[in-house]
């Protein structure tokens, strides 16, 4: 069992920007949560999903909540009930989850080597209408805006792009929301 005073310690210290409190934390309670999620998760939930993922998204859960101070923890509490009622809330909300839909994960199929449209690329008519939907995305716009765009097209960071066409980094992404509304537009009239 954990020391409360110590819980607020590593909390506190959390709060301040050491992550190696989080890391202590984190330590303290993993194993519990796992366990925990193993005894109260229904077989949806453990045919879906494994425990380790229901447990990183309860800590996740927890560290954002303690950073944003939306729970307190007394000088007395112990941080074990406040995360068992995260990670109970969690696996109910999943089952709920696995339950809307139809979601059966015994239904679930994987795609065979080659079925799988982004493992083998483009197709030569898919290369075309790219072409042609990037050429009319471009073509309203300025040169030092067209420049722009294809950094982004590119993969470019925003400063990288502001730096290499002269403009802000307001410019960037005034282009690409501009660029947005114009590709609506374009997939509207298709």
Known sequence: MSNSGDDNRL????RAGAEDA???LFERYYQRLIEL???QSGWRIKQAEGSMDVAQSV???FFGQIRARQVE???DDSLWPLLATITLNKIRNRGK?????QRD???RQTLEAGDDPLEIGPSAEDAVVLKDVVERLLAPFSDRRRRILEGILGGLPVRRIAEETGATERTVFNTRQAAAKVLEQILADE
């Open 11 to 14: 909390v506190a210290e959390y």
């Open 22 to 24: 989080a890391t202590a």
């Open 37 to 39: 999620i193993r005894r």
């Open 59 to 61: 800590l996740r859960s």
């Open 73 to 75: 923890v007394g000088p």
């Open 97 to 101: 989850f696995w339950q809307r839909a």
């Open 105 to 107: 994960p015994s239904k």
